[in-house]
């Protein structure tokens, strides 16, 4: 009896002190643990790595190299003057590092500079930079110069060494589109789309073709994917407003139109759309501010003023009517549509005032004449009374 209580005890024991260094063990893993890492989206990492950069610049900490890694983030942010101020900031402390001249040169031919990003281009080359990146570069910007014999040889050996790369491919089909071979430059522009889907004149190209080839419906298709990509671009949404136009839906191409000029608020084209479909669709009201906004930029223009005067014309505002056609006309003394504008003018001014004399009592300001029914004297009319003929009695009829 009392070696099986024994025997208990220390079963019991055994429990208790294996539970307790169980619970230790678990603590010390528990104190040991790394923390799972704490995953952070692009535009965060991008706006934190954007933080420790400028406090290292501010603090002179390996300024050239810190102001190109910063000029890299706007790049891929498309933010391409604060990269520019970057970048020449790096080239400016550090002038024989190629890859700080190929970002320039990248960041030149975004912006539209291209003997800029030719010159950056050939000095990365010449500082010894042989990347895949160079190399359609330089096609691309060759390509852009119709320099195509040239932007062939770079394209090649840039596939040769990144055969998949997808700049390369918009290159390719630039040069395919500029030697007539729209389908295979189709072909081409929309691969490099799938591996890059930021390359936003991949999109603009594909769109122009197509439109060429009457093919609308993949137009709009290509271009809702850029907008989607990139929703604040205004020329894409003048473009949105082109297709439309092409589809014969003015109301919508002037949402679009309207669009690009909320983002772009000096966008020439866009403005002369909204106000050729403004008076398309007789929305008069909606022509004139976009008149307005360009007449402020081309004052000198009949085109414009002759437009402004009919658009009064057609609002019935005909003192700003008469204002503007007279305007064109002195730019232009010859010119028919003022002329017109005027005549017409003055033919509806007098038929209103012929009209005004022939009624004088619609001229009266107080309005309509009521008429005074107290001093009417009203005559009640009497049914006509019925006459009697008298018969004679004297003459017989004969009945035959």
Not at 319 to 338: I, K, V, W
Request: net charge positive.
């Amino acid at each position: 009896m009392r070696s099986a209580a024994f025997s208990y005890l220390l079963l019991l024991l055994a429990f208790i002190s294996g539970s307790f260094f169980q619970s230790c063990q678990s603590d010390a893993r528990n104190a040991t643990r790394i923390p799972p890492v704490v995953k952070k989206s692009r535009a965060q990492w991008q706006s934190d790595a954007l933080l420790s950069l400028t406090d290292l610049i501010n603090r002179g900490i390996d300024s050239d190299i810190n102001y190109f890694k910063r000029a890299r983030i706007y790049f891929e942010k498309e933010q391409y003057n604060e990269a520019l101020d970057d970048i020449n900031e790096s080239i400016y402390e550090q002038g024989n590092v190629s890859d700080y001249f190929l970002l320039r040169g990248k960041i030149n031919r975004e912006l539209g500079k291209i003997d800029n990003a030719l010159e950056d281009a050939q000095r990365a080359e010449a500082l010894q930079q042989s990347s895949p990146e160079l190399y359609v570069l330089l096609a691309d910007i060759l390509q852009a110069k119709n320099r195509f014999g040239e932007s062939v040889g770079y394209l090649n050996q840039a596939l040769k060494m990144a055969p998949y790369d997808g700049p390369a491919y918009y290159v390719k089909g630039m040069l395919q589109a500029k030697q007539g071979d729209s389908l295979a430059s189709l072909s081409s522009l929309e691969y490099a789309i799938n591996v890059n889907p930021r390359m936003l004149r991949a999109y603009q190209q594909s769109i122009l073709i197509l439109r060429k080839l009457k093919n609308i419906e993949k137009a709009l298709q290509v271009n809702q994917q850029a907008i989607d990509r990139f929703p604040n671009d205004p020329n894409l949404h003048f473009e949105r407003g082109e297709i439309f136009v092409a589809m014969a839906r003015p109301d919508t191409a002037l949402f679009s139109f309207q669009k690009a000029v909320s983002l772009s608020p000096d966008y020439e084209d866009a403005l002369f759309q909204i106000a050729n479909i403004g008076i398309q669709l007789k929305a008069y009201s909606k022509a004139i501010p976009a008149l307005i906004k360009l007449l402020k930029k081309k004052p000198q223009s009949k085109e414009i003023n002759n437009m402004l005067g009919f658009c009064y014309e057609k609002s019935y505002d005909y003192e700003n009517a008469r204002t503007y056609y007279s305007t064109a006309l002195a730019l232009a003394p010859g010119d028919q549509d003022a002329r017109y504008g005027l005549y017409r003018i003055r033919l509806r001014e007098n038929e209103e005032s012929s009209y005004q004399s022939y009624y004088p009592e619609e001229n009266v300001s107080s309005g309509y004449k009521l008429l005074d029914t107290s001093r009417v004297k009203i005559n009640v009319l009497k049914p006509r009374g019925t006459t009697n003929i008298r018969i004679d009695s004297t003459q017989k009829a004969k009945i035959e």
